[in-house]
């Protein structure tokens, strides 16, 4: 059971890390920069952790920049305040992150003028069905081969669908429950008590606020643990920070 755990665990957190480092704070905000050999790096490690739920980074940061003009509007495409349930909101982004993709939606020209990265042939790969069930055979593979207790097959879906968890989590969550320390005319919150499943995510009212602060925490309680992996990139020369600017808060 503990090598099921550990494994549940690891690509939780590491397909976690390639969405709110990469695809959040890097393509669709572009809180830091990096070399075109360091955006390659994180680009197929995005793609490794991800598996199976992978989401281009093109898609996803024109999909978040949709959220972020319509925060909580009808025209929010993940809000979970014009969706019955979180499975509806779930596949009414999906549709809009399609459309993204094909260039279907009018949106995707308007939110393109800004950079994002692009690797276009593993773009492809990873959104293919059979690569997609060939991740789900790796991990039930794994599960066949050290799963103790058929309970722990009951974790598999998770796995097949990890980012689109990760997303619905923080933006369920994120724009239902907790407390706002900004008024932003929207719903967001920040929901601090479960964002040790979401890595900083969760502090989704101080992200609306100031949506390009690499920081997500702005009272000194509110803990971001992926900035803190930021902040260590950066000294690393690995990532590059822009110069502190005054903010009002």
């Known amino acids: 059971m503990l090598l099921i755990l550990l494994f549940f665990g690891a690509h939780w957190y590491a397909s976690l890390f390639a969405q709110t480092f990469f695809q959040h704070r890097y393509a669709a905000h572009g809180m830091f ?34 959220h972020h ?7 929010d495409p993940h809000s979970p305040h014009h969706s019955a349930n979180a499975l509806s909101m779930m596949w009414q982004t999906r549709t809009v992150y399609q459309e993204m993709l094909v260039g279907e939606s009018a949106a995707a020209t308007r939110f393109a003028g800004q950079p994002y990265p692009e690797w276009r042939w593993l773009e492809t790969a990873g959104h293919q069905w059979y690569v997609r069930l060939g991740w789900g055979a790796l991990y ?26 990760h997303g619905a989590i923080v933006n369920w969550g994120g724009h239902k429950y907790g407390y706002q320390n900004f008024d932003n005319h929207d719903h967001s919150k920040n929901t601090l008590a479960l964002d040790f499943l979401a890595g900083g995510e969760l502090l989704q009212n101080n992200h609306h606020k100031l949506p390009n602060r690499a920081n997500f925490g702005v009272k000194w309680w509110e803990l971001d643990p992926t900035y803190a992996l930021i902040w260590a990139l950066s000294q690393l020369r690995v990532i590059q920070l822009p110069r502190p600017k005054a903010e009002s808060v």
């Open 33 to 66: 920069t990096m070399s075109r050999g360091w955006e390659r790096v994180f680009f197929g490690l995005t793609f490794l952790a991800q598996g199976s739920s992978f989401m281009s980074p093109r898609g996803y940061a024109l999909l978040h920049r949709l």
């Open 69 to 75: 003009a319509f925060s909580d509007t009808t025209q």
């Open 140 to 165: 039930t593979l794994f599960y066949v081969q050290f799963a103790t207790a058929w309970w722990q097959f009951l974790l598999l879906p998770l796995h097949f669908s990890m980012g689109a968890v």
